[in-house]
């Protein structure tokens, strides 16, 4: 459980850091209008604000701040113009306790805390009833450093801030202003807080760093999801097809072991297959000088033979005779027109698996 307690508490800083620059970064390109508040005697405060978008420059007001509310009442033009803008407020100097402070110059990076430690004892409040600030320190002889500490009542702001949060203004700031201090260089911050957001910073960032997040890791397990469920699918293939070339393996080595290798398979086509010039060769020693071919067709194991000779019926007997030729007979009448010098003749005969010695 702690984990997880800190796991949310990081997850919650992440969020306000990311926001807050997600904020400066909108606030440098969307500048709200600056309105400064000076304070002056008897609680009044004179208002001033810079050009508007068009150009337009607003009269100064001034007034009194009643309870958190300005006496008399602002103009409309007044009201639009502090509505979203940044409000600056320069405390009289006599509401404003300041101190010449010297620290060594290796605090400059504990400034902070050991100024909020000691400032019931530098100043007449409590650390968490007074608002505060100083001066950038200036370096002195012998390692050390100075600076000017300016600090207030927080009961001294509240009016200003109740002012603010009325007149839907976006950040409100409290500035003191040493004695011999020339413009705003030489001011000294001690206050400064965010009210609303501007128009360019409506948007609720934290809660879309939430959605973002959510919808990332909403996405990643659909992502999940889809990925095993076609993942599956593809194993199951994969399997079926090694399946297959598992089979497929073996059936020929199964037929391998039935007809031997594929060497020997040839080898025994040669054997047990006639050459067609070998056919034709033993052919040619069967038929005597005076017998012509004219057609020479081999299909299978059969030989068929077309021809003009003087004596047919004695081809057959010739071709009984060799080794190489079986079954002689006519497979069509025996012809002799008048033009033909010789009888036509059509013999088909079988083929024997002898091509003499060495083969």
Not at 40 to 50: L, Q, S
Not at 187 to 203: D, V, Y
Not at 302 to 317: E, H, I, W
């Amino acid at each position: 459980m702690a984990i997880i307690e800190d796991a949310k508490i990081l997850f919650g800083d992440w969020i306000t850091a990311v926001a807050a620059a997600i904020d400066t970064a909108v606030g440098r390109v969307v500048r709200p209008r600056q309105v400064q508040l000076v304070e002056g005697e008897d609680n009044t405060f004179t208002a001033t604000a810079t050009a508007g978008p068009k150009g337009a420059v607003l009269p100064d007001a001034v007034f009194r701040l009643a309870n958190g509310h300005p006496e008399p009442a602002l103009s409309a033009d007044w009201d639009a113009a502090l509505r979203g803008s940044r409000l600056d407020v320069l405390l009289k100097p006599d509401q404003v306790l300041l101190r010449s402070l010297d620290f060594p110059k290796r605090a400059v990076d504990f400034l902070d805390g050991m100024i909020r430690s000691q400032i019931d004892r530098l100043t007449p409040w409590a650390a968490g009833d007074a608002i505060f600030g100083w001066s950038p320190p200036a370096e002195l002889a012998n390692e050390r450093i100075q600076l000017q500490l300016a600090a207030t009542s927080k009961a001294r702001i509240q009016p200003l801030v109740q002012f603010a949060t009325g007149l839907r203004v976006a950040s409100v700031a409290a500035f003191a202003e040493p004695a011999g201090g020339e413009g705003g260089s030489a001011r000294i911050k001690m206050f400064e807080t965010s009210l609303q957001r501007t128009a360019g910073q409506r948007i609720d960032v934290p809660r879309l760093l939430r959605l973002v997040l959510l919808g990332g890791g909403l996405a990643t397990v659909a992502s999940m999801l889809v990925a095993a469920y076609l993942g599956s699918g593809l194993d199951a293939e994969q399997q079926q097809l090694q399946r297959r070339i598992t089979e497929r393996r073996a059936a020929l080595r199964l037929n391998r072991a039935d007809g031997g290798s594929a060497l020997d398979l040839l080898a025994k086509r040669k054997q047990t297959t006639p050459s067609s010039v070998i056919v034709l060769e033993a052919m040619s020693r069967v038929l005597p000088d005076s017998t012509y071919v004219t057609e020479f067709r081999i299909e299978g194991d059969k030989v068929q033979v077309v021809g003009l000779t003087q004596d047919a019926p004695s081809l057959v007997r010739l071709m009984e005779q060799s080794p190489q030729f079986s079954q002689a007979t006519f497979f069509a009448p025996t012809t002799r027109s008048q033009n033909d010098p010789a009888e036509r003749f059509h013999i088909e005969a079988r083929l024997k698996p002898y091509f003499g010695s060495g083969t």
